[in-house]
Protein backbone atom coordinates (compact mmCIF):
# COMPACT_ATOMS: atom_id res chain seq x y z
CA UNK A 1 0.00 0.00 0.00
CA UNK A 2 1.15 3.46 -1.03
CA UNK A 3 2.30 5.56 1.97
CA UNK A 4 3.54 8.99 2.79
CA UNK A 5 6.61 8.92 1.27
CA UNK A 6 5.44 7.31 -2.42
CA UNK A 7 1.95 9.43 -1.75
CA UNK A 8 4.16 12.52 -1.34
CA UNK A 9 6.01 12.06 -4.49
CA UNK A 10 2.62 10.89 -6.10
CA UNK A 11 1.15 14.41 -5.41
CA UNK A 12 4.53 16.03 -6.14
CA UNK A 13 4.60 15.13 -9.95
CA UNK A 14 0.33 15.61 -9.87
CA UNK A 15 0.94 18.92 -9.18
CA UNK A 16 3.45 19.68 -11.74
CA UNK A 17 1.24 18.29 -14.38
CA UNK A 18 -2.38 18.87 -13.50
CA UNK A 19 -2.74 22.14 -11.44
CA UNK A 20 -4.00 24.98 -13.63
CA UNK A 21 -5.27 22.55 -16.00
CA UNK A 22 -8.86 21.18 -16.99
CA UNK A 23 -10.55 17.40 -15.80
CA UNK A 24 -12.15 16.66 -19.29
CA UNK A 25 -13.43 13.99 -18.52
CA UNK A 26 -13.42 10.90 -16.21
CA UNK A 27 -13.69 6.95 -17.80
CA UNK A 28 -15.06 4.83 -14.99
CA UNK A 29 -13.97 1.43 -16.30
CA UNK A 30 -14.77 -0.56 -13.72
CA UNK A 31 -17.80 1.11 -11.76
CA UNK A 32 -17.48 -0.43 -8.62
CA UNK A 33 -14.23 1.87 -7.78
CA UNK A 34 -16.68 4.56 -7.56
CA UNK A 35 -18.40 5.09 -3.47
CA UNK A 36 -20.42 8.20 -3.63
CA UNK A 37 -23.60 8.89 -5.79
CA UNK A 38 -24.33 12.57 -5.05
CA UNK A 39 -23.04 14.43 -6.88
CA UNK A 40 -22.88 12.76 -9.58
CA UNK A 41 -19.38 11.74 -11.30
CA UNK A 42 -20.24 13.97 -14.12
CA UNK A 43 -20.61 17.28 -12.27
CA UNK A 44 -16.84 16.84 -11.90
CA UNK A 45 -15.96 16.76 -15.83
CA UNK A 46 -15.19 20.13 -17.20
CA UNK A 47 -13.80 21.69 -13.53
CA UNK A 48 -10.22 23.74 -13.14
CA UNK A 49 -8.09 22.20 -10.85
CA UNK A 50 -7.48 24.06 -8.10
CA UNK A 51 -5.06 21.94 -6.53
CA UNK A 52 -3.73 18.19 -5.51
CA UNK A 53 -3.07 17.20 -1.72
CA UNK A 54 -2.09 14.29 0.85
CA UNK A 55 -4.91 13.44 3.11
CA UNK A 56 -3.85 10.60 5.00
CA UNK A 57 -3.67 7.74 2.36
CA UNK A 58 -5.60 9.41 0.02
CA UNK A 59 -4.86 11.80 -2.92
CA UNK A 60 -7.31 14.38 -3.31
CA UNK A 61 -7.95 16.76 -6.25
CA UNK A 62 -9.31 20.00 -5.47
CA UNK A 63 -11.96 20.70 -8.52
CA UNK A 64 -13.22 24.25 -9.00
CA UNK A 65 -15.13 26.80 -11.18
CA UNK A 66 -18.08 27.09 -9.05
CA UNK A 67 -19.28 28.54 -5.43
CA UNK A 68 -18.66 25.33 -3.91
CA UNK A 69 -15.33 23.27 -4.79
CA UNK A 70 -15.60 19.22 -5.36
CA UNK A 71 -13.51 17.09 -4.07
CA UNK A 72 -12.47 13.81 -5.90
CA UNK A 73 -10.36 11.63 -3.43
CA UNK A 74 -8.52 8.37 -4.76
CA UNK A 75 -7.69 5.51 -2.13
CA UNK A 76 -5.49 3.13 -3.40
CA UNK A 77 -5.65 0.46 -1.06
CA UNK A 78 -3.21 -2.07 -1.39
CA UNK A 79 -2.51 -2.59 -4.95
CA UNK A 80 -3.75 0.45 -6.48
CA UNK A 81 -1.91 2.45 -8.45
CA UNK A 82 -0.94 6.06 -10.63
CA UNK A 83 0.25 6.18 -14.09
CA UNK A 84 0.47 9.56 -16.27
CA UNK A 85 0.09 9.64 -19.95
CA UNK A 86 1.13 12.84 -21.91
CA UNK A 87 -1.31 11.57 -24.53
CA UNK A 88 -5.02 12.19 -23.76
CA UNK A 89 -6.47 8.44 -25.43
CA UNK A 90 -5.78 6.08 -23.24
CA UNK A 91 -6.73 1.87 -24.09
CA UNK A 92 -7.68 0.42 -20.63
CA UNK A 93 -6.43 -2.59 -19.71
CA UNK A 94 -7.69 -5.21 -17.26
CA UNK A 95 -5.82 -3.71 -14.06
CA UNK A 96 -7.51 -0.35 -15.62
CA UNK A 97 -10.44 1.45 -12.73
CA UNK A 98 -10.78 4.84 -14.53
CA UNK A 99 -8.63 7.63 -16.00
CA UNK A 100 -9.56 10.86 -15.73
CA UNK A 101 -8.27 13.30 -18.80
CA UNK A 102 -7.24 16.41 -18.38
CA UNK A 103 -5.76 19.37 -20.72
CA UNK A 104 -2.46 18.30 -20.19
CA UNK A 105 -2.72 14.51 -20.50
CA UNK A 106 -4.56 11.35 -18.69
CA UNK A 107 -3.79 9.64 -15.22
CA UNK A 108 -4.61 5.90 -15.86
CA UNK A 109 -5.66 4.55 -11.90
CA UNK A 110 -5.36 1.03 -11.41
CA UNK A 111 -5.34 -2.10 -9.07
CA UNK A 112 -3.50 -5.32 -9.50
CA UNK A 113 -4.88 -8.63 -8.24
CA UNK A 114 -8.48 -9.57 -8.23
CA UNK A 115 -9.49 -7.93 -4.56
CA UNK A 116 -10.59 -4.45 -6.07
CA UNK A 117 -10.49 -3.06 -3.13
CA UNK A 118 -9.50 1.08 -4.37
CA UNK A 119 -11.74 3.72 -4.16
CA UNK A 120 -12.63 7.02 -5.52
CA UNK A 121 -15.30 9.08 -3.71
CA UNK A 122 -16.51 12.49 -4.99
CA UNK A 123 -17.52 15.17 -2.39
CA UNK A 124 -18.66 18.47 -2.15
CA UNK A 125 -17.31 21.40 -0.02
CA UNK A 126 -14.32 20.97 3.13
CA UNK A 127 -17.22 19.46 5.40
CA UNK A 128 -17.28 16.56 2.39
CA UNK A 129 -13.20 15.55 1.97
CA UNK A 130 -12.90 16.26 5.70
CA UNK A 131 -15.52 13.30 6.79
CA UNK A 132 -13.49 11.05 4.66
CA UNK A 133 -10.32 11.24 7.16
CA UNK A 134 -9.91 9.08 10.35
CA UNK A 135 -8.69 11.50 12.15
CA UNK A 136 -5.13 10.37 12.82
CA UNK A 137 -2.74 12.96 13.47
CA UNK A 138 0.36 13.91 10.62
CA UNK A 139 3.51 13.11 12.53
CA UNK A 140 5.49 15.68 9.91
CA UNK A 141 3.11 18.64 11.06
CA UNK A 142 3.35 17.61 14.42
CA UNK A 143 5.05 17.66 17.84
CA UNK A 144 6.29 15.30 20.65
CA UNK A 145 3.65 16.36 23.20
CA UNK A 146 1.07 15.68 20.38
CA UNK A 147 2.63 12.48 19.66
CA UNK A 148 2.70 11.13 22.49
CA UNK A 149 -0.47 11.83 23.82
CA UNK A 150 -1.87 10.22 20.88
CA UNK A 151 0.57 7.19 21.23
CA UNK A 152 -0.45 6.77 24.69
CA UNK A 153 -4.65 7.39 23.69
CA UNK A 154 -4.55 3.32 23.51
CA UNK A 155 -3.18 0.64 24.25
CA UNK A 156 -1.46 -1.22 21.43
CA UNK A 157 1.19 -2.86 20.34
CA UNK A 158 3.62 -0.14 18.62
CA UNK A 159 3.00 -2.03 15.15
CA UNK A 160 -0.86 -1.37 15.59
CA UNK A 161 -0.46 1.80 16.86
CA UNK A 162 1.64 3.26 13.80
CA UNK A 163 -0.42 2.00 11.37
CA UNK A 164 -3.83 2.94 13.11
CA UNK A 165 -5.15 5.34 10.67
CA UNK A 166 -7.38 7.05 13.90
CA UNK A 167 -4.16 7.80 15.57
CA UNK A 168 -1.30 8.03 12.92
CA UNK A 169 -1.74 9.12 9.38
CA UNK A 170 -0.57 7.68 6.20
CA UNK A 171 1.85 5.00 7.75
CA UNK A 172 1.39 1.56 6.87
CA UNK A 173 3.13 -2.16 6.85
CA UNK A 174 6.14 -0.98 4.84
CA UNK A 175 7.44 2.31 6.77
CA UNK A 176 6.73 0.99 10.33
CA UNK A 177 8.73 -1.58 9.90
CA UNK A 178 11.37 0.81 9.34
CA UNK A 179 10.36 3.61 12.04
CA UNK A 180 10.55 0.78 14.73
CA UNK A 181 14.01 -0.63 13.40
CA UNK A 182 15.37 2.81 13.21
CA UNK A 183 14.06 3.31 16.90
CA UNK A 184 14.85 -0.05 18.25
CA UNK A 185 12.00 -1.10 19.54
CA UNK A 186 9.81 -4.06 19.74
CA UNK A 187 6.91 -4.50 17.26
CA UNK A 188 5.00 -6.05 20.08
CA UNK A 189 5.85 -3.16 22.87
CA UNK A 190 2.75 -1.91 23.92
CA UNK A 191 2.17 2.10 23.89
CA UNK A 192 1.48 2.49 27.23
CA UNK A 193 4.62 1.00 28.48
CA UNK A 194 6.97 3.16 27.03
CA UNK A 195 9.27 5.65 28.84
CA UNK A 196 9.82 8.91 27.64
CA UNK A 197 12.99 8.44 26.35
CA UNK A 198 11.56 5.53 23.64
CA UNK A 199 8.49 7.68 22.95
CA UNK A 200 11.40 10.73 22.14
CA UNK A 201 13.10 8.39 20.21
CA UNK A 202 10.37 7.20 18.55
CA UNK A 203 9.15 10.05 17.47
CA UNK A 204 12.66 11.00 16.15
CA UNK A 205 12.96 7.95 14.56
CA UNK A 206 9.58 8.28 12.57
CA UNK A 207 10.19 11.92 11.17
CA UNK A 208 13.66 11.03 9.88
CA UNK A 209 12.78 7.79 8.42
CA UNK A 210 10.09 9.37 6.22
CA UNK A 211 11.49 12.11 5.81
CA UNK A 212 14.65 9.94 4.65
CA UNK A 213 12.66 8.20 2.24
CA UNK A 214 10.65 11.26 0.52
CA UNK A 215 14.20 13.00 -0.16
CA UNK A 216 15.44 9.26 -1.68
CA UNK A 217 12.16 8.67 -3.47
CA UNK A 218 12.32 12.53 -4.73
CA UNK A 219 15.82 11.68 -6.03
CA UNK A 220 14.76 8.14 -7.66
CA UNK A 221 11.83 9.74 -9.42
CA UNK A 222 13.76 13.35 -10.75
CA UNK A 223 11.39 14.98 -13.41
CA UNK A 224 9.54 11.32 -13.71
CA UNK A 225 6.22 10.34 -13.14
CA UNK A 226 6.75 7.63 -10.43
CA UNK A 227 5.52 4.42 -11.87
CA UNK A 228 7.48 1.63 -9.23
CA UNK A 229 5.48 2.52 -6.32
CA UNK A 230 6.55 -0.43 -4.47
CA UNK A 231 6.52 -1.44 -0.71
CA UNK A 232 9.60 -3.49 -0.88
CA UNK A 233 12.86 -1.10 -1.66
CA UNK A 234 16.44 -1.94 -2.17
CA UNK A 235 17.61 -0.11 0.75
CA UNK A 236 14.93 -1.08 3.67
CA UNK A 237 16.54 -1.85 6.57
CA UNK A 238 13.90 -4.21 7.65
CA UNK A 239 10.78 -5.02 5.67
CA UNK A 240 10.83 -7.36 3.01
CA UNK A 241 13.90 -8.51 3.92
CA UNK A 242 13.33 -11.91 6.01
CA UNK A 243 16.31 -13.78 6.47
CA UNK A 244 18.78 -11.36 4.90
CA UNK A 245 21.15 -9.16 7.54
CA UNK A 246 19.92 -6.41 9.70
CA UNK A 247 22.32 -3.45 7.81
CA UNK A 248 23.19 -2.42 11.77
CA UNK A 249 24.36 -5.86 13.22
CA UNK A 250 24.20 -8.40 10.79
CA UNK A 251 21.95 -10.52 12.54
CA UNK A 252 19.15 -12.53 10.22
CA UNK A 253 15.88 -10.54 9.99
CA UNK A 254 12.92 -12.05 11.27
CA UNK A 255 9.06 -11.55 10.57
CA UNK A 256 5.51 -12.45 11.98
CA UNK A 257 2.94 -13.07 9.44
CA UNK A 258 -0.32 -12.52 10.22
CA UNK A 259 -3.25 -12.54 7.21
CA UNK A 260 -2.27 -10.74 4.58
CA UNK A 261 0.48 -8.75 6.18
CA UNK A 262 3.93 -9.21 7.79
CA UNK A 263 6.06 -7.52 10.59
CA UNK A 264 9.69 -7.68 10.10
CA UNK A 265 12.42 -7.40 13.20
CA UNK A 266 15.64 -7.07 14.21
CA UNK A 267 16.11 -9.54 17.14
CA UNK A 268 19.40 -8.21 18.40
CA UNK A 269 18.52 -4.50 17.61
CA UNK A 270 14.40 -4.63 18.87
CA UNK A 271 14.01 -7.24 21.47
CA UNK A 272 17.13 -7.91 22.81
CA UNK A 273 17.58 -11.24 20.98
CA UNK A 274 14.01 -12.55 21.59
CA UNK A 275 12.07 -14.38 18.89
CA UNK A 276 9.28 -13.26 18.95
CA UNK A 277 6.07 -16.02 18.38
CA UNK A 278 4.37 -16.06 14.82
CA UNK A 279 0.89 -16.94 15.67
CA UNK A 280 0.40 -19.82 13.43
CA UNK A 281 3.40 -21.38 13.56
CA UNK A 282 3.31 -21.22 17.76
CA UNK A 283 0.28 -22.50 17.59
CA UNK A 284 1.81 -25.77 15.88
CA UNK A 285 4.89 -26.05 17.69
CA UNK A 286 3.38 -24.58 21.29
CA UNK A 287 6.02 -25.42 23.47
CA UNK A 288 8.97 -25.87 20.41
CA UNK A 289 8.54 -22.68 19.65
CA UNK A 290 12.42 -21.24 20.01
CA UNK A 291 12.94 -18.66 22.01
CA UNK A 292 16.24 -16.99 20.80
CA UNK A 293 18.29 -17.10 17.89
CA UNK A 294 20.51 -19.62 18.88
CA UNK A 295 17.55 -21.90 19.72
CA UNK A 296 16.07 -21.89 16.41
CA UNK A 297 19.76 -22.24 14.69
CA UNK A 298 20.41 -25.14 16.75
CA UNK A 299 17.07 -26.95 15.79
CA UNK A 300 18.02 -25.90 11.96
CA UNK A 301 21.21 -27.58 12.40
CA UNK A 302 19.74 -30.54 14.63
Known sequence: MPEIPDLTIYVEALHKRVVGTRLQAIRLVSPFVLRTVDPPITTA????????????????FV??????????????????????????????????????????GSLRLT?????????????????????LDSGGIDVL??????????????????????????LFSGIGNAYSDEILHA????????????????????????????????DRLRVDTGDAFPEHVTAFREHMAAHGRFRQPCPVCGTPIQRIVYAETETNYCPTCQTSGRLLADRALSRLLKKDWPRTLDELEARKGG
Open 45 to 60: QDRLVDDVFRMAKRIV
Open 63 to 104: LNDTPEALFLAFHPMRSGRLHWDEHATVKPNKTVLAVLTFTS
Open 111 to 131: EAGSKKRAALHLVRGREGIHA
Open 141 to 166: ETDLATFAATLHRENHTLKRALTDPR
Open 183 to 214: ARLSPVQLSQNLTSEQVARLYEATRTTLLEWI
